[in-house]
């Protein structure tokens, strides 16, 4: 059985990302170019209730992006992103229960323009205590940017980052102990790598015959 996803009301695209446990799907919505309110944003969709609910960017930004949530559909991560200046940053949303609406938090970074989780995502553990993403950490010539992999921990409140390993990768996915699926380039070539939480990068096998994967 499969069931149409609804479009966001005034979009007239729609990307989906991830699934909760509990029946709640992410992605982003898009609409054309130049639209003053900006072009894409997130949204979360409830295949029970077929409430479709936009998810909004923080503070004056005007695009965001869901990429992974929760496996009880409560904690939501992404990118929020804006100009004047130029700013990419990792979020989560948090469902507030008592208020009844969904609640946008940037996650502490080095530089404020981050544009590597715009494709190698911002991921969240099933339990929602871990979220990995690889942020910037040095601008380099010719507007390129070298981005290393960190996970942040709440402590008190307080989402902690700490720095797990200097590969930029492309994230697929991480388990509740920390543990990430990913794709890191060697040599020019996209391998499939598992990371743990000390920081080692283990290949994965290719299939016989295959140069990537």
């Known amino acids: 059985q ?3 996803v609804p479009l966001l009301d005034e979009y007239t695209n729609i990307e989906l990302n ?3 446990d509990n029946g709640l799907v992410v992605g982003y919505a898009s609409r054309p170019l130049g639209h003053p309110e900006g072009s894409t944003t ?5 295949s029970k209730t077929g409430v ?4 909004m960017p923080a503070g004056n930004d005007v ?7 929760s496996a009880a559909g409560d904690r939501i991560t992404g990118y929020t992103a804006g100009s004047k200046p130029t700013r990419m940053l990792p979020c989560v949303w948090d469902w507030n229960q008592s208020e009844k609406k969904w609640q946008i938090e940037t996650l502490e970074t080095i530089e404020v323009y981050n544009p590597y989780i715009m494709s190698s995502s911002v991921v969240v553990s099933p339990d929602g205590q871990r979220i990995a993403a690889c942020i910037t950490v040095a601008n380099l010539p010719n507007d390129m940017y070298d981005s290393s992999l960190y996970q942040w921990q709440q402590a008190d409140g307080v989402w902690k980052r700490q720095l797990i390993s200097d590969d930029q990768m492309y994230l697929c ?11 890191v380039s060697r040599d020019g070539v996209r391998l499939p790598c ?3 939480v000390s920081g080692q990068v283990r290949l994965i096998d290719l299939l016989p015959g295959d140069v990537s994967g």
Request: charged residues 15%; contains cysteine.
């Open 42 to 46: 997130a949204f979360v969709w409830d």
């Open 18 to 20: 991830a699934l909760s």
């Open 2 to 4: 499969s069931t149409r």
């Open 173 to 183: 996915d991480m388990n509740d102990a920390g543990q990430i699926a990913g794709v």
């Open 63 to 69: 695009s965001c992006h869901a990429q992974s949530i």
């Open 194 to 196: 598992m990371v743990d």
């Open 52 to 55: 479709m609910t936009r998810l």
